[in-house]
């Protein structure tokens, strides 16, 4: 007996901190469900039944596919599934087949992308790019996805052709919550003219980007700067520095940022007021978008 | 009956992690005691009982000076010493009086140093730059305190002119133990080669560092960097962007550095590099000269 509910098929993307799934019905997604279950807290015998517990309501008597990006694919996760090096097309990755206890689930993993030189290495970031490439055949340009660790993707001809990773996210998760910076930080709201100004300075001038992130605490200190101006400052001191680093990437380009609302809105003021062309994308949609095809791909080859 | 032991005085550098105290005859410590309670763990009741577990084997029946510097003077300390303005003499400073319950205690704690702009503060260093200028008189040049928070101090006529605050310490701590680096830099040992290439690397183009940070960790996962090398190079990239942003102090000046061995070495090294003439100085000697001589001026005051 089918479950009528039951889905074609399971698209995941598990990162370092979350594990995310969605029931499919052919491109679409009809529920969808997550857990702190990231790889970070999981050993390797930790994955199946972490994704059971999010996609055991979906499942009926049929085996169904579960196509998985993100850090499962890691040397500590569920599989290891090694890096395709670029240039590469993030679109034509072959899924790595995992191993699976419960009968009723049939499990794939992506790879990820590395860079001989500069070192550099994603998970997950290529499945966004192979949606948004899906979605945009012959795109080309710069792909920036923000995040904890953003992304910065050179994309010509359906490949990636290098990247570039920056810390951005976690240096201001680290200097907001555990810097003597989190003092001045605390509280809500947001300051539009205090970013571009702090973008600016540190565009302008990199270099002063380790003395100005004191000057937050001081200007607290003997000018009781608000909460939401000195937040404001440490973004845009940061992304302004990520921003000069990354010129060659979006000097010259257009450029899309694959984001949600809050991650990706900083980068789209920061980049529009530099003048560059710039278009947004919303990550769980791009994310679905290239699990879709990585499934339809399997599915055609069998 | 006096104490044949009992200190003259009792000097005490008071920091937002530790709190260390010396029992001094004349200008010499004759024993040293120190604890974590640092002033980010106390509230204002908690600072006298805190020292008095430090001091009490050293009291006698007369009542003893102690003369504090740090943040025991800060708005959440002891007592508030009010900031003095630069330009200003830091051996001049006017020590505050704390207010004490045991009547074997009389506590005074010296104030910090603000620059209205850019906004910048310190407490503790002023008092080891005044013990510097005790020592070397008529010396003029730019002072370096390597720390959580890094200090340049430049010095003319015995005033400290300007000064700035650099998070660099913090920035190393926290990536090293909090960020995705730290699986990277898990181990022991320096590598002296990727220090001195990693400070070229920021000094000549700091805008990169944001993008070198998650190299070190790409570079672990692709060719198994060791944890000598990421920690070495880290180190490197901090201390290199600090250096090209510090560039207006110590460009065509002479430099002192002021630290521990641990702290003051990789600056010695990057400053020599460049061929900047620097002279290395004992902050614990300076702490000391400093509280010296603030408690010399008492004594002749009073």
């Known amino acids: 007996m ?14 370092t901190t979350h594990l995310r799934a969605w029931a499919m ?22 994955f199946e039944p972490a994704l059971l517990r999010l996609v055991t309501p979906w499942l009926g008597d049929a ?37 699976v206890q419960d009968p009723r689930l049939r499990v794939f993993v992506l790879p990820g992308l590395k860079q001989v030189s500069p070192p550099d290495v994603m998970r997950g970031e290529e499945t966004q790019i192979a949606g948004f490439l899906t979605q945009n055949p ?18 010509s001809a359906g490949e990636v052709v290098s990247f570039q990773t920056f810390l951005t996210g976690e240096l201001f998760a680290l200097l907001g919550q555990a810097s003597v910076l989190r003092h001045s930080l605390d509280g809500d709201g947001w300051d539009d003219a205090a970013f571009a100004e702090a973008v600016g300075d540190t565009l302008t001038r990199p270099e002063r980007l380790a003395a100005l992130l004191f000057a937050i605490r001081a200007s607290d200190l003997l000018q009781g700067t608000p ?21 060659p990437y979006w000097l010259g380009q257009q450029i899309a940022v694959i984001g949600n609302a809050t991650t990706a809105r ?9 003048g560059v062309p710039v278009s947004a994308a919303d990550a769980d949609t791009m994310v679905l978008s290239g699990l879709s095809h990585a499934h339809a791909e399997l599915e055609a080859s069998s």
Do not use: F
Request: aromatic share 6%; proline share 10%; charged share 15%.
């Open 2 to 15: 089918t479950n009528s509910t039951a889905p074609d098929w399971i698209a995941v993307d598990w990162g």
């Open 25 to 46: 019905r052919g491109p679409d997604p009809t529920a969808q469900a997550s857990s702190d279950d990231g790889m970070a807290r999981l050993d390797r015998a930790g």
């Open 63 to 99: 085996p169904v596919t579960a196509m998985l990006c993100g850090m499962a694919g890691s040397r500590q996760g569920w599989v290891e599934a090694p890096y395709a090096q670029v240039p590469t097309k993030p679109a034509d990755l072959t899924p790595v087949p995992a191993p």
């Open 138 to 155: 012959n795109w080309d340009g710069v792909i920036c996805l923000p995040g904890t660790h953003t992304k910065w993707a050179h994309v």
């Open 227 to 247: 909460a939401a101006t000195a937040r404001a400052r440490l973004s845009g001191q940061l992304i302004g520095a990520e921003l000069a680093a990354a010129r």
């Open 266 to 274: 900083p980068y789209l003021d920061a980049l529009s007021a530099q």
